[in-house]
Nanobody, 122 residues
Framework: QVQLVESGGGSVQAGGSLRLSCAAP????????MGWFRQAPGKEREFVAVISRTGGLTYYADSVKGRFTISRDNAKNTVYLQMNSLKPEDAAVYYC???????????????WGQGTQVTVSS
């Protein structure tokens, strides 16, 4: 497992932008695919985006495609989620996760951050 520390959440008006960061101290960051998931109150945790170990592959949920961008900097042991054109329905706690597989399935991830709150007002 790897320790993950998220930052960058906050409150924004609809149409605004936020960038989430997830730092993973240690030398093994590049061994993991990294995913972002989110969970709104009363809802299941849902997949948002995933990036492969080298950053060469990315995949997005349909609900965020074209608005969110996942990226990583393996030299800084950090993965990012740039969120543009935010909508009220994007409001949730966002979690980053590390896994051995490039996957949309949260069960494939064995390390999770503590979560960061994103609030979007209309």
């Amino acid at each position: 497992q790897v320790q993950l520390v998220e930052s960058g959440g906050g409150s924004v008006q609809a149409g605004g932008s936020l960038r989430l960061s997830c730092a993973a101290p240690g030398r093994t960051f590049g061994n993991y695919a990294m995913g972002w998931f989110r969970q709104a109150p009363g809802k299941e945790r849902e997949f948002v985006a995933v990036i492969s170990r080298t950053g060469g592959l990315t995949y997005y949920a349909d609900s965020v495609k074209g608005r969110f961008t996942i990226s990583r900097d393996n030299a800084k042991n950090t993965v990012y989620l740039q969120m543009n054109s935010l909508k009220p329905e994007d409001a949730a706690v966002y979690y980053c996760a590390a896994g051995r597989e490039y996957s949309r399935d949260y069960a494939r991830y064995d390390s999770w951050g503590q979560g960061t709150q994103v609030t979007v007002s209309s």
